[in-house]
């Protein structure tokens, strides 16, 4: 078996579709995208693609290596994220030349299901308690929430109390026993974090994520301490070596990587396998589409230490299509009270409507994340 093309999709609302022809008929799908970067990441697929022609497309692990190493500079989001979606791709066509799951190519599952969490609110908290009572009553005993909106260094009290009062808010309205997430979304510097952090621990929330950006990760030595809460970390981490220093130095209790970021099925299951002789846990970073979540679940199935599922169905970014949009068969995504089950079929275990994703690609997008500014007038991060 050969491999003949490699074929992005830009479509809406804002993914990246990869697909790899066989010469004997079996293609596989892969989701590349860097969310406002998909252009980039679509011609470092089209340049890693010279090497992969010709080439057996089940040898994995030394296409991997070479698409990884064979360039002088290597890493960060957009090649990544390219060899990410190649990768995946890779998989799906393995399991389907041998009738399998990729799950069952990686060991077989610990778990036919996983435990996933509904979005609430968007970039800015509002209504997040009526949108959290809404995601209980479809079933999920877990949200997040961003926890912010801009924050100076050093900011004022009442912003304190505005993320204060929409935690607050998301409690009283859904009980004691659902899990929240609060998404600090690397909006908060070190001296903000440090009140916050301990200001929400009355909430027993289930986690805060990226209370800090990963590049100011020393800042957690400090955060740890002032909270019992999990501190989940790892979605702008795109490597086992990135993740390196992370898991070593023990501040971060849950790691974060995208399959459609770090590398791929095969870097994600090598970082996630890493996480779990640190006693680390495994939450999938997955704001994407339907091969990005059958990429994940497949991880997630094969690892122990995996416990939720981030899944972007009904996502505030998602308004001219929604996660099911491009798959013949929605069903293997089946939701039941608060988990969603682990695809069975062949390769990832899930059927691209192709005809429907190049009408769409013909539509594409640019999506672009906001800007935002403090009152300054200063670049404010969103």
């Not at 074929?7 to 697909?19: G, H, M």
């Not at 607050?168 to 916050?196: E, Q, S, Y």
């Not at 898991?247 to 791929?264: C, K, M, R, T």
Request: charged share 25%.
């Amino acid at each position: 078996m050969k491999i003949t093309k490699l074929t992005t999709y830009i479509v809406p609302p804002r993914w990246c579709f990869l697909k790899i022809e066989t010469d004997e008929g079996v293609v596989g799908w892969g989701e590349p995208v860097v969310e406002g970067r998909v252009h980039s990441v679509a011609a470092a697929v089209e340049e890693l693609s010279d090497y992969l022609i010709g080439k057996d497309p089940r040898h994995i692990e030394d296409h991997w290596t070479v698409l990884y190493r064979g360039g002088f500079y290597r890493g960060g989001a957009i090649h990544m994220s390219a060899l990410a979606g190649i990768d995946q791709a890779l998989w799906d066509i393995k399991g389907k030349a041998l009738g399998v799951s990729v799950s069952q190519l990686l060991g077989g599952p610990v778990r036919d299901s996983i435990r996933v969490y509904s979005w609430i609110g968007g970039d800015r908290p509002a209504d997040t308690a009526a949108a959290a009572k809404d995601a209980v009553a479809r079933g999920f005993t877990a949200v997040k929430m961003n926890g912010t909106e801009e924050l100076q260094f050093v900011d004022s009290y009442e912003k304190v109390e505005a993320t204060l009062a929409n935690v607050a808010a998301v409690r009283a309205a859904v009980g004691p026993h659902i899990g929240i997430g609060v998404d600090f979304h690397g909006r908060v510097h070190k001296p903000m974090a440090k009140i916050l952090i301990k200001e929400l621990e009355p909430y027993k929330l289930m986690f805060i994520e990226e209370p800090v950006l990963s590049e100011n990760y020393e800042a957690l030595k400090e955060l740890a301490p002032l909270t019992s809460t999990p501190i989940a970390l790892g979605e702008r981490l795109y490597s086992r070596w990135d993740f390196k220093r992370i898991l070593s130095e023990g501040y971060v209790d849950i790691i974060q990587p995208d399959v459609s970021h770090a590398g791929g099925i095969t870097e994600t299951r090598k970082i996630a396998t890493m996480a779990e002789a640190y006693d680390v846990a495994v939450a999938l970073h997955c704001p994407l589409g339907p091969i990005a979540l059958a990429a994940c679940l497949q991880v997630d199935a094969v690892s122990y230490n995996a416990f939720i599922q981030e899944q972007s169905l009904g996502i505030h970014y998602n308004k001219s299509n929604d996660l099911l949009d491009y798959v013949k068969n929605p069903e293997v995504f089946s939701y039941d009270k608060g988990y969603v089950t682990i695809p069975q079929g062949p390769g990832l275990g899930i059927e691209i409507n192709e005809e429907y994703v190049k009408e769409r690609a013909a539509v594409g997008h640019r999506w672009r994340n906001p800007i935002w500014r403090h009152k300054d007038g200063s670049f404010a991060e969103w």
